[in-house]
C-alpha cells in the first residue's frame, strides 16, 4: 500500500515547483507592455503560496509527518531541523518577496534587483528543501512508518485539496484567484505568456 500523503505531498510539491518556475519566468520577461497585469499576476501568485503551501502544507509537515519520522529514524533529526528552519524562513520571505515586488510596482526599476535577488534566494531554498524531503524523509516514512500513522496523516493531508495540482476543484472563495493565475501566468502553471 502507498500511502496517500506521499503522493500529495509530492503532487503539491510539483505544482509548487511549477508555480516557482513560472514566477522565475516572468520576472525574467519583466512587465512588458502589460505592467498592471504583470503585477497582478505576481500578487497573486505570491499570494497563492502563502495561503496554500505555508497556511497548509508546511504545518501539516511540521506537527505531523516530521515529529514521527524522527521518532522511527532519528540520525533524520538534523535534516528534519533544517526542513522546520526552511518552514519558518519561507513562511517570512514569501511576505518579504510580496513586500519587495509592491515597492517595485510603486517605486519603480530601482527596487526591481532587490526583488529579483530575494526571488531568486527564495526559490533556491524552496526547491532545495522540496529535494531533500523527497529524497530522505519521503522514502524513511514510507519505510519506517506504522499502517496507524499513514491513516492520521492520510486524513489530514486529504484535508488540503490544492487547486493547482490539477486534481481538485477551487474553494468558490479562491476561484477567481486560481482562474487568474491559470489565465495568466506563463506555462507551466498557466496558459498565459507572462
Given at each position: ?18 508555480m ?19 503585477f ?15 497556511r ?9 509527518l516530521?515529529?514521527?519520522?524522527v ?21 517570512q ?8 515586488l509592491?515597492a517595485w510596482?510603486?517605486?519603480?526599476d530601482?527596487?526591481?534587483q532587490?526583488?529579483?535577488?530575494t526571488l ?14 523527497e ?13 496507524a500513522?499513514w ?5 489530514a493531508?486529504?484535508?488540503n ?5 490539477g ?8 476561484e477567481?484567484?486560481f ?11 498557466g496558459?498565459?505568456?507572462?
Open positions: 500500500m502507498k500511502p496517500r500523503t506521499l503522493e500529495i505531498i509530492r503532487d503539491e510539491h510539483s505544482s509548487m515547483a511549477a516557482l518556475q513560472s514566477l522565475r519566468l516572468m520576472v525574467k520577461q519583466g512587465p512588458g507592455d502589460d505592467p498592471k497585469g504583470f497582478e499576476v505576481l500578487r497573486a501568485m505570491l499570494f497563492y503560496i502563502d495561503e496554500f503551501p505555508e497548509l502544507h508546511h504545518p501539516k509537515e511540521t506537527e505531523l516530521f515529529p514521527r519520522v521518532k522511527a529514524v532519528p540520525e533524520l533529526g538534523v535534516a528534519v531541523a533544517r526542513l522546520d528552519r526552511d518552514h519558518e524562513y519561507t513562511e520571505a514569501v511576505r518579504d518577496v510580496h513586500q519587495m509592491v510596482e510603486m517605486l519603480g530601482s527596487r526591481r532587490e526583488f529579483q535577488e531568486t534566494r527564495y526559490i533556491n531554498v524552496y526547491l532545495a528543501h522540496m529535494q531533500l524531503e529524497q530522505e524523509i519521503l522514502p524513511a516514512a514510507q519505510k519506517h512508518l506504522t499502517e500513522d491513516e492520521e496523516l492520510d486524513a493531508f486529504e484535508e485539496r490544492d487547486p493547482l495540482t486534481k481538485y476543484q477551487p474553494d468558490p472563495v479562491f477567481q484567484l482562474t487568474r493565475i491559470v489565465r495568466d501566468a506563463p506555462a507551466p502553471i496558459l498565459g505568456g507572462g
